[in-house]
């Protein structure tokens, strides 16, 4: 059962295309000066069933995660230890937040495979390696939070990577987040046209967005490259999350509205009340006329 399947294949078993649910908010964007465009992930170049990073949005099921253990060859399938907890991903994974929010991290990000290490000790397993825990945490994420590529994506990268903006990621992710963005590219992130030094990832920083040092963070990153906030636009799909520390970082924003199932408004929260995007895409393709 073990080393049968590799991360790719298990990817391309898994995973298939994703139809867009149109939303309803009004489109309004013009023609701006932008040396850097920093981008979100899932629910902006990625469509995502959950609209964000499957710990931070994603229900899990108990089915997924027995069939994750599968994959990885952690067990045959239906070979179950006798009393299988319920939820004990999840636990685990509420359990580390509230250690990390004990340690003054307000928004704490957890390692997807610290916690996939911890879980299947608790299940009495021994014997494994780290290829099999990311198979297991691929297999589950792929499950309970499927993805595809926003259309246009490919040649809305092009076209800004001719235009000479350097082009940057700061998003809530997991180890297994450059993977899959590198599969649907089919290059590496660098070879797709992203700066290697202004991709900030969640997982990394052990903190998630809304968490203003990642922003701080990617500030310093630009000020290196000789970029202002005001010449940067950052596109995100969420309100709170991207839009709000976006604006608070002096860059210009844009909403991305592309999806009705990852467009995050949070209408009720009282923050959002006078937090406005600078701009309100549904399409890719509306980045490069924004720059023209």
């Avoid at 290697?196 to 990832?201: A, D, S």
């Avoid at 636009?233 to 199932?261: C, E, H, S």
Wanted: proline share 7%; charged share 20%.
């Amino acid at each position: 059962m073990r080393g049968n399947i590799t991360e790719l294949q298990l990817l391309h078993r898994l995973l298939q295309p994703l139809p867009l649910v149109p939303t309803e908010l009004p489109v309004s964007f013009a023609p701006t000066n932008a040396r850097g465009i920093v981008f979100d992930i899932y629910g902006t170049l990625l469509s995502s069933s959950a609209g964000d990073v499957g710990p931070d949005a994603a229900t899990g099921n108990e089915a997924s995660f027995r069939e994750a253990l599968v994959d990885a060859g952690f067990v045959a399938n239906g070979e179950w230890p006798c009393r299988f907890p319920t939820g004990i991903l999840e636990q685990a994974v509420q359990e580390e937040r509230l250690k990390r929010k004990a340690e003054g991290v307000v928004y704490p990000e957890i390692d997807i495979l610290h916690i996939w290490h911890q879980v299947v000790v608790r299940l009495g397993f021994t014997d494994f390696s780290n290829s099999m825990l990311r198979l297991a945490a691929l297999s589950y994420e792929c499950r309970v939070n499927p993805i595809w590529p926003m259309p246009g994506l490919c040649k809305m990268l092009s076209c800004l990577v001719r235009s000479g903006v350097l082009l940057g990621i700061l998003s809530n992710a997991q180890f297994y987040t450059p993977l899959l963005l590198e599969m649907f590219l089919e290059q590496s992130l660098v070879g797709a046209g992203f700066d290697e030094e202004l991709m900030v990832w969640s997982y990394q920083e052990k903190r998630g967005k809304p968490a203003f040092e990642l922003f701080a963070e990617m500030n310093t990153r630009l000020e290196h490259k000789g970029i202002a906030p005001e010449e940067v636009i950052y596109v995100g799909n969420d309100m709170r999350k991207d839009i709000f520390p976006a604006n608070r970082a002096g860059w210009q924003t844009v909403l991305f509205a592309g999806d009705t199932r990852s467009l995050r408004l949070h209408p009720d929260d009282p923050d959002m009340g006078d937090e406005y995007p600078d701009m309100v895409i549904n399409a890719l393709s509306q980045l490069v006329a924004i720059l023209t």
